[in-house]
């Protein structure tokens, strides 16, 4: 069993937040809220209004961050253990109590050194609390304040960040279209920040992806700079694409129908390997999807339906040489036909 040991502050202190005082109503309402999203209870409903409460007042937004952070650094701890040492719904007649101590505490936390916490964060944890995100299957668009208009693929998780100097999009998984907005006297430049480095949009139309150790921009109208967290930035125009890493940029790409297919709920394979097809189409079916090495490279050409991936599964011994075995709804292998 994980344990943690927290050093509890006896002294008067208030409740910190990067430093800075907070209420103890701010500190107790961040213990709720971060209670009720840790629970996996919460519902769309309550997430809009946790948004809301982040908005209200400055002091939410900066007790977020912190706790957000702070609670980063117990990802050795399970999601269900620190729920069980912060829930309201504990039986015990002093949990309020207890929950809002530790709460207190994590925030007391910030008065020694709690910097540079966002990078060691789960992913789990990230897309859990994003501000924007989509389940397996999902797409949702949104439009921000500035008239910049989203729209999230599958599995997709994003936070947005907009203060007096930039309007900063962080996207913590997945992928997106973004349509950025062109506000009258708008001089705050409008970055898309990944783990591999940041994308500015120089009045454009594109999509970003985060892939395990990359990003790849596609740029559909205009331009976009790119630069890579260790490497120079690079100007990508109209009709291009590049994948890049936090080290560098890989080879420059002319984008086809594919780039975009799935803002229409197409998948389309173009003379596609069946291994490479069957990963992809896997972003958008919950459970496990699995490709025989036997017939991994078979090749096929085709335009789906993404809205339907039973469908898509179904119509597959049609093209190509194999059956679909099915174990259950969530456990799926291509193999050859016998």
């Known amino acids: 069993m994980t344990s943690v040991n927290i050093a509890v502050n006896t002294c008067k202190t208030p409740p910190l937040a990067h430093g800075r005082a907070i209420s103890e109503d701010t500190a107790n309402a961040a213990a709720d809220w971060i209670t009720l999203l840790m629970s996996g209870e919460a519902t769309e409903d309550d997430r809009r209004r946790w948004l809301q409460w982040r908005k209200d007042q400055p002091d939410h937004e900066l007790a977020w961050q912190h706790i957000e952070a702070v609670t980063g650094r117990f990802k050795s701890l399970p999601t269900q253990a620190a729920y069980q040492s912060l829930s309201p719904l504990a039986q015990s007649a002093l949990a309020a109590p207890k929950r809002r101590k530790a709460i207190r ?24 609390v994003a501000d924007y ?39 913590i998984s997945g992928e997106m279209m973004i349509t950025t907005g062109h506000a009258g006297g708008e001089a705050r430049p409008f970055i898309i920040e990944t783990a591999e480095g940041k994308v500015r949009a120089l ?3 594109f999509t970003v992806r985060q892939r395990d150790g990359s990003t790849t921009v596609t740029v559909l109208e205009s331009k976009v700079e790119v630069t ?12 291009k694409g590049i994948t890049f890493t936090r080290d560098g940029l890989g080879e420059l790409v002319s984008i086809d129908a594919q780039s975009a297919a799935w803002m229409r709920q197409q998948i389309i394979a173009d003379n596609v390997r069946l291994a490479d097809f069957v990963a992809d189409l896997s972003r958008y079916r919950a459970g496990v999807m699995r490709c025989d ?6 090749r096929f050409s085709g335009v789906f339906p993404l809205g339907d991936t039973d469908r898509i599964l179904a119509m597959l011994p049609n093209t190509l040489p194999i059956q679909v075995r099915t174990r259950t709804r969530y456990w799926v292998t291509l193999e050859a036909a016998t």
């Open 293 to 298: 090495p036997a017939v991994a490279d078979l």
């Open 203 to 205: 009045g454009t139309e």
């Open 133 to 171: 995100r989509t389940a397996t299957g999902e797409q949702r668009s949104l439009t921000l304040d500035d008239g910049t208009r989203i729209t999230l693929n599958t599995a997709s998780a994003i936070n947005v960040r907009f203060d007096h100097k930039q309007r900063l999009v962080r996207l």
């Open 228 to 239: 890579p967290v260790y490497a120079s930035r690079y100007l990508l125009n109209a009709g």
């Open 105 to 128: 505490t994590l925030l007391w936390f910030g008065a020694v050194g709690m910097t540079g916490t966002l990078a060691t964060r789960t992913q789990t944890w990230q897309q859990t």
